[in-house]
């Protein structure tokens, strides 16, 4: 088994590095939500939040963890108990997560609309990965985009690049559903022109969601990567070391091709 018949793949972490975009958007967001005149961010916000990037699973709490950070909590706190926080300040404003992540999502399509070729500009590919991708196909792999991230957006940054994905391999947060039940969707379901007999490999960068796709028992047959260079913490790169269940990735297996990530 060394190698999957469908590949599965985070967006954000795992092929694209946008964190420069994710500030300036979160800060837009921020200025929209907290009625406060949209100027240049106070300095040091933004090399802040790069760090604490791997608390956010989903975009409504970006511009959430910048008014905690301005508000006076501290990196500690939010990297301890950041979930605690955001529903707290939810609570606290009478924002909603959705209301939130329409302001996120509209400042986003507004800069696209506007300037694609600098909204395109604040993110690059992670050195390796795309070309793992297209070898992939090439050997008969199906991949798949599962994210929380908008699968427009997603599309507007592939475009830039050779990879030959349709819609329906693009799975982004309109799917509505968690990455469990996306993941358990293949699994039964394989995609036409698959074998029948789905092996899901998933690389993901976010520790806390590999747990979840470890805690369903009808998950089991797949295997799971933690990205070790996408947004997570060294605590949570020892931590994956350590699972017997999750294998620890770098960027340096990845382009050895599948029986490295397993070796
Ligand atoms: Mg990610």
Redesign the pocket.
Known sequence: MASPTILAL?????LCDGLIEYFQTAWRAYCQLFDRADGTPPAGLAERFYPLRPVIETGWEMPLLLHALLEGVTDVAVLADWPAIAQQILAGTGLTADRTMAVVDGVRDRWIRTDLTGWLSQHRFYPGVLEQVQGAIAAGVYPVII?TKEGRFIQQLLAQHDLPLEAAQILGKEVRQPKTATLQQLLAQPPVGTPGQATIWFI???LLTLHRVAAQPDLDAVTLFLADW??NTEAERAEAHRDSRIHLLSLSQLVQGFPAWVA
């Open positions: 985070d967006f954000d972490g795992v994210s993901e960068d976010r996408g947004y």
